[in-house]
């Protein structure tokens, strides 16, 4: 109490005297008294035009006062400083008040606006959390010099647009922006209000978190309004009468920190300077995508955590300031543009910034299976080929590799398509040593994977790491027939005065197979998704929806991924931790991955009908699914399946010998 009192004492007595002469000691950023611009953020939307977040160090966009609504400034003014009109920058009747409240323990602040605002707008320069004497003088000098160069228009203007109002939200526009959704200029006497009861305390009186407590102060603000005379009683009485109805999005159509850095990243890395502020940025995101996968990984991070056996920390019991449980990611691309239409880095953004797609490196386990087969159908090898699982030993650099398979068995003589809905790995190594390490290497690099592939034979199998945005996009080659297409994230950029100055164009890579072979190697994949190991992301969808993916489980279980296409998307979910170690025994991608994948597809809206049409110049037959061979009358119907053949490795029994069909005479029509 002494030290309050002294601290108004002190002050009062400078008040009573002459204004002192400006301070001009600075640090760094000028006088205390001079008006600055602050930080400005630049505004991001999704490709249906909402507002998705803003980047900069505070999220701000400063408008001017005439712009507003006058109620708006006469509630700030009500609530914070009612003599603002008539002081010289300090209120000596509001400080002797503030005495006299004290004396009856009931101490309060004396602040002006101006005084707040010189202590807001220089922190460098005066330290409102300074409780001392000293600071109480500068501040008081700084905001008498400051009412002499500024009109109070224009310091009230500043302070409005000033204001810390949560969440990092700064000044008037990106508060009406945030909590109601709509620009300051259309702000209601109520919302006006509401806003007005923050500067007290964000965390506090915030409308979407506390809304009772929030309208008590409003409805108090509206009360001093009315003693003030700046509204009438009638006016107070219909903005009373309506509820606190604060969005509780933030105004967001959806969340989307890590998307928000990467778009940061690649306008800055182009030279546009986005966190100055003041730019507009469209982008490829889908609102109702990015929502359901937001929910996806959240929800099956948390069911995995739940399993019986999970013996690590989990996101609700971990120690503070670690990120050492279960995280997971998804990103989902059009096939067709290569828009990144969704993207979550990670399971909490505020502990965890990092961005696991973007910038994380992960071993794909099986995922990275489909090029591996890719590339043996581009090499001539049947997708009836017989092949066996079975243990091998292969030397290289004075080292032994023995590939087994998850469930330690090994299933002898399977055609290749049935190797691959089974994800058998002796099966992968072998194609891997057939076509060659090299020509295998540079099949996946054509598909868009930047990272290097070992030369190894653990590689055929996703031992390599891989960025997994590149993982994912490096899939659209499949629905795209062969031609896979570069991620996008950013439509168009603006500057201030409505000038194009970036922008992403999409960008095709070259093609990476043929569409016969495209078409093949997807057609495999529907197999693992419809009687595979990707089964669970099938249930989530519609049958009229076409899907076709790959499951992937690194050794020991320490990663987990599908990564899927449907006829006009590719998406990818990984889960595992940021210091590899095993999830826990009996999971793998179709148990854990599988159906996040599922869940974000059909939350989202992605799940739409389509269909697949081979292209021309594929050969067609009836197989028997386990011989490989042509079906005959004896094959029972649920073993009958159409393969597809690149011309001369469908089955013998099927070719046409020329010279024996020229013997036959000619054709006629």
Known sequence: MRSLLALILGAASIAAQSPAAPTTATAGSGEAWRLVQPPQSSLVYARDGSLIGEIGKEWRTSVPLASLPRYVSQAFVAVEDQRFYQHDGVDVVGMAGALKDALLGDPRGASTITQQLVGNMHPDLIDRREKSISRKLREQAAAREMEKHYTKAQILEAYLNQINFGHGWYGIEAAARHYFGKNASRLTLDEAASLAALPKGPALYEPAKYPDRNLKRRNSILDQMVAQKLITEEQATAAKARPVKALSNGGMSAYAPYYLDVVRQLCERAGVRVSDGGYRIWTALDPALQRATQVAVVEGTAATESRPGFRHPTFSNHAKGSTD????????????????????????????????????????????????????????????????????????????????????????????????????????????????????????????????????????????????????????????????????????????????????????????????VAFIVRDMMRDVVERGTGTVARRWLPATTPLAGKTGTTDDNTDTWFVGCTADLCAGVWLGFDRPKPIMGGVAGGVLAAPIFGQMIARGGAARPGEWTPPPGLVTAELDRDSGQLATAITAPDKRYREYFLPGTEPGALRIDARRLFRLGPIVF
Not at 432 to 452: C, L, P, Q
Request: no cysteine; hydrophobic share 40%.
């Open 325 to 516: 449980y279960l995280q997971g990611a998804a990103v989902a691309i059009d096939a067709t543009t290569g828009d990144v239409k969704a993207l979550v880095g990670g399971r909490n953004y505020a502990e965890s910034p990092f961005n696991r797609i973007t910038n994380g490196l992960r071993q794909p386990g099986s995922s990275f299976k489909p090029f591996v087969y890719a590339a043996a159908i581009a090499d001539s090898i049947a997708p009836n080929a017989i092949v066996p699982d079975t243990s091998l030993e292969i030397q290289y650099d004075r080292v032994f590799y023995r590939p087994k398979n998850a469930d330690g068995e090994y299933l002898g003589n399977l055609t290749l398509r049935e190797a691959l809905t089974r994800s058998r790995n002796p099966v992968a190594v072998q194609l891997w040593e057939k076509v060659g390490a090299d020509s295998m290497i540079a099949f996946a690099h054509r598909m868009g994977i930047r990272s290097t592939i070992a030369p190894y034979p653990s590689s055929a199998i996703g031992a390599s790491v891989v960025q997994p945005l590149d993982l994912v996009a490096a899939y659209t080659a499949f629905p795209n027939l062969g031609t896979p297409v570069e991620p996008r994230f950013v439509y168009r950029v603006e500057d201030r005065a409505g000038r194009r100055v970036f922008g992403q164009a999409v960008t095709a890579l070259p093609p990476a197979m043929s569409p016969e």
